[in-house]
């Protein structure tokens, strides 16, 4: 889990289908698998193998590997079990923009999440059933922080997802977690961000809970504007 603030500048880069049966007296529909979930596994690239974890929640995605010090934000589209997409990735320790990649792959919904992008990399991806632990929001509300050497940001989330606050850059937050679906891990997320020079304005992402030692002692808040993208690994007090 990445407990740091990542605050992104993308202005260095810039930022169901159904068939007929034959003779007219059937019709067979083609469902779409669903990418929706947690993800976690590895991907590979140069010959190296790094650990992965995405949140992937209609059509968006946001993919972290620690140990490969890589943040990857972008969307998906699919048709039947066939993935596709684009991706943008930075480097997690600098903020630095790496390369824009498309994403080919193949996914079984909630089983399995394969593929390659145009850069050279492949993913192999398991869902995490952790997806499927419904919440809600009183279960996000709380006092919640993240500290990265002498940096801290720390929000108040309230029972109706709204929240506000600061970091020791000066930077103010407010905004508001949405539940789009009770019956899983999965929050959008809408956030401003204020007092804060070139990283104010409007962002929209994902949320989700975590845990490390006891359950949704973790809460993720991701978001992306057309200038910025962010990941919050915050910890509750």
Same mark, same amino acid.
């Given at each position: 889990?990445?407990?740091?603030?990542?605050?992104?500048?993308?202005?260095?880069?810039?930022?169901?289908?159904?068939?007929?049966?034959?003779?007219?007296?059937?019709?067979?529909?083609?469902?779409?698998?669903?990418?929706?979930?947690?993800?976690?596994?590895?991907?590979?690239?140069?010959?190296?193998?790094?650990?992965?974890?995405?949140?992937?929640?209609?059509?968006?995605?946001?993919?972290?590997?620690?140990?490969?010090?890589?943040?990857?934000?972008?969307?998906?589209?699919?048709?039947?079990?066939?993935?596709?997409?684009?991706?943008?990735?930075?480097?997690?320790?600098?903020?630095?923009?790496?390369?824009?990649? &498309?994403?080919?792959? $193949? /996914? #079984?919904?909630?089983? =399995? !999440?394969? @593929? +390659?992008?145009?850069? %050279?990399?492949? *993913?192999?991806?398991?869902?995490?059933?952790?997806?499927?632990?419904?919440?809600?929001?009183?279960?996000?509300?709380?006092?919640?922080?993240?500290?990265?050497?002498?940096? &801290?940001?720390?929000? $108040? /989330? #309230?029972?109706?997802? =709204? !929240?506000? @606050? +600061?970091?020791?850059? %000066?930077?103010? *937050?407010?905004?508001?977690?949405?539940?789009?679906?009770?019956?899983?891990?999965?929050?959008?997320?809408?956030?401003?961000?204020?007092?804060?020079?070139?990283?104010?304005?409007?962002?929209?992402?994902?949320?989700?809970?975590?845990?490390?030692?006891?359950?949704?002692?973790?809460?993720?808040?991701?978001?992306?504007?057309?200038?910025?993208?962010?990941?919050?690994?915050?910890?509750?007090?």
């Amino acid at each position: 889990m990445i407990l740091k603030l990542l605050a992104i500048n993308l202005l260095f880069i810039f930022l169901a289908a159904c068939g007929g049966g034959g003779g007219g007296t059937s019709t067979t529909t083609i469902t779409d698998d669903s990418p929706d979930g947690i993800w976690t596994g590895t991907i590979s690239d140069s010959g190296a193998t790094f650990g992965l974890t995405a949140l992937v929640y209609d059509n968006e995605m946001y993919g972290f590997s620690n140990d490969g010090d890589a943040l990857i934000q972008g969307s998906l589209f699919v048709s039947g079990t066939t993935v596709s997409g684009t991706a943008k990735s930075y480097a997690i320790s600098t903020g630095e923009f790496i390369t824009n990649s &498309t994403i080919s792959g $193949t /996914v #079984q919904q909630g089983i =399995s !999440f394969t @593929g +390659s992008t145009s850069g %050279g990399s492949t *993913f192999n991806l398991t869902y995490d059933d952790f997806y499927d632990r419904a919440k809600s929001l009183p279960d996000t509300s709380g006092i919640w922080s993240v500290t990265n050497g002498f940096y &801290t940001a720390t929000i $108040t /989330v #309230q029972n109706d997802g =709204s !929240f506000t @606050g +600061s970091d020791t850059e %000066g930077c103010v *937050f407010s905004g508001n977690l949405i539940d789009p679906d009770s019956t899983k891990n999965i929050f959008n997320s809408l956030i401003n961000v204020s007092s804060c020079g070139i990283l104010n304005g409007a962002y929209g992402g994902l949320a989700s809970l975590g845990e490390i030692v006891v359950a949704d002692d973790v809460l993720v808040i991701t978001g992306t504007n057309t200038n910025f993208t962010f990941l919050f690994g915050f910890q509750r007090q």
